[in-house]
């Protein structure tokens, strides 16, 4: 039981980083299972440490950009902020997109065989291009310069909480949701 906890409160783990990769990070630290353990080595016939120079990744990653920029910019339209008020399409936004990430990561990484592109497509494309911290420290920056420096205040600490909530709440909420799909799951015969 204990193993079984110890799972369970492990972060997803990048099946693009060999445990070398994450070497001088905490020499100590349990790193999960090697890349030869769980049947992926992430890098394909490339040499390990050369990450990311695959165009197929590229161009997964810039076709899932595309709709997620399009779900932002669509969301700022719907929800339009007048000056010196709180940004509510970047603040949800950005809170929907760390919850989907929560949720994408335990499917990705964790319950569906490992592809480097439905990562790529959904979390570094769609997702990267959906939420925006550029717009959310623009946002923050007026706010404070135009003399509404509570509402800057309250909306960077709101978005720090309330987004590691969501993600955390992705995380765990897809955990559980796989361990009773599990659980009542009919035994097939051996």
């Known amino acids: 039981m204990e193993d079984d906890r110890d799972e369970w409160d492990r972060l997803p783990v990048d099946p693009d980083l060999e445990p070398a990769d994450l070497a001088g990070v ?9 890349v030869e353990e769980c049947g992926r080595t992430g890098h394909g016939d490339r040499e390990p440490g050369r ?22 910019y669509a969301l700022s ?3 339009p902020t007048p000056a010196g008020a709180f940004p509510w399409a970047t603040f949800w936004t950005n809170v929907s997109g760390a919850f989907v990430l929560g949720v994408l990561l335990v499917l990705l990484l964790e319950r569906f065989p490992p592809t480097r592109y439905a990562r790529a497509f959904a979390a570094t494309g ?27 205040l309250v909306y960077v600490a709101a978005s720090l909480v309330v987004g590691l909530a969501a993600a955390w709440a992705g995380v765990t909420g897809t955990r559980l949701l796989g361990r009773r799909g599990r659980s009542n799951a009919p035994l097939r015969a051996a």
């Open 26 to 34: 905490d020499g100590d630290a349990d790193l999960g299972p090697s």
């Open 77 to 79: 339209r719907l929800l």
């Open 126 to 152: 769609f997702l990267g291009a959906y939420t925006t911290f550029s717009t959310f420290s623009v946002e923050t920056d007026v706010l404070a310069k135009d003399g509404h420096e509570v509402t800057a």
């Open 51 to 72: 990450r990311g120079r695959d165009p197929r990744v590229i161009a997964a990653i810039a076709l899932g950009a595309m709709p997620g920029a399009s779900a932002r």
